[in-house]
């Protein structure tokens, strides 16, 4: 499986070639994007549309704003996407949507199967206790940039999904909280990879669900394993939840 890294002179896409050069899923790298390395020791551009080599599949860990040039080339030859940037505008996702009627295209807030399996049990918690407070805490290093979380966004959606209910990002209001909202709260501090506490209180109970990262290296591997996934399927959106209980190695 060959592969277009995008965004590879950033902190994921080191991990990300590295993951590759380690063997995992038997994956090579075919070509390295990023606006801010012109070289390196694969073929490096700036611009996807100056990658001039054939390739099974395109990652992304870059920026939102690269979300039209990538889906614009991978449309046009026909090479399924994964896109694991976060902090797309809603018109950047319709890009990705567009582009998922003609490719594969692989989007997910957060690659690793452990969030995968952390959004199933909430889903299920959240049904057994259809009113219970949920609140969500999620903690990164002090360099994040998008606030929520793409995986607390994720993890929210997956209560809404169950309930309904509308997010309250932070509770900057005085006044009590309502019955019906989803509360996400964002920590920024220090080095931390990436840590997301799901709270669900009944008012007699608290179920505490919670995931922490201990590296980078899940997500590249999950990106890694969802690449492979999608390079033999027909067109189509997919996301982290579709991989669960496959063999990733
Ligand atoms: N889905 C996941 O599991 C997951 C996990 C970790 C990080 N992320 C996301 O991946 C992205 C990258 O994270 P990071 O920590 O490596 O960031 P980073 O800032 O270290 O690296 C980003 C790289 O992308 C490059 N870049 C910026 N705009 C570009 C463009 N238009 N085209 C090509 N390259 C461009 C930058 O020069 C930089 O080298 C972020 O959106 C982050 O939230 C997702």
Redesign the pocket.
């Known amino acids: 499986m060959r592969v277009i890294v995008?965004?590879a002179?950033?902190?994921?896409?080191e991990k990300l070639i590295a993951s590759i050069e380690s063997g995992y899923c038997g994956a090579s790298v075919a070509a390295a994007?990023?606006?801010?390395?012109p070289t390196g020791n694969y073929p490096c551009h700036t611009d996807i549309f100056d990658v001039a080599v054939d390739a099974d599949v395109i990652i992304d860990?870059?920026?939102?704003?690269?979300i039209g040039r990538l889906t614009e080339y991978a449309v046009e030859k026909k090479i399924p996407l994964v896109i694991?940037?976060?902090?797309h505008t809603e018109e950047e996702k319709a890009l990705a949507v567009a582009a998922s009627e003609k490719i594969p295209v692989f989007m997910?807030?957060?690659?690793?199967i452990g969030i995968a399996l952390l959004m199933e049990l909430v889903r299920r918690t959240v049904e057994v206790f259809p009113d219970a407070n949920v609140e969500i805490v999620e903690v990164h290093h002090n360099q994040k940039i998008?606030v929520p979380s793409?995986t607390a966004l994720m993890l929210a959606n997956a209560v809404k999904e169950v309930r309904g209910g509308e997010f309250n990002i932070g509770r900057h209001e005085n006044g009590k909280r309502t019955q019906s909202e989803i509360g996400i709260h964002s920590l920024r501090t220090g080095r931390v990879i990436g840590e997301h506490e799901v709270r669900i209180d009944t008012g007699s109970q608290t179920i505490t669900l919670k995931h922490e990262s201990h590296g980078?290296e899940l997500?590249a591997e999950?990106a890694l394993c969802a690449a492979a996934y999608i390079s033999v399927l027909e067109k189509g959106l997919y996301s982290v939840s579709d991989m669960i209980g496959r063999d990733c190695k």
Do not use: Q
Request: charged residues 10%; aromatic residues 6%.
């Open positions: 995008c965004g002179g950033g902190k994921m896409g994007i990023d606006i801010n390395m860990f870059s920026h939102h704003t690269a694991a940037t976060t902090g997910s807030g957060n690659m690793s998008d793409g980078r997500f999950g």
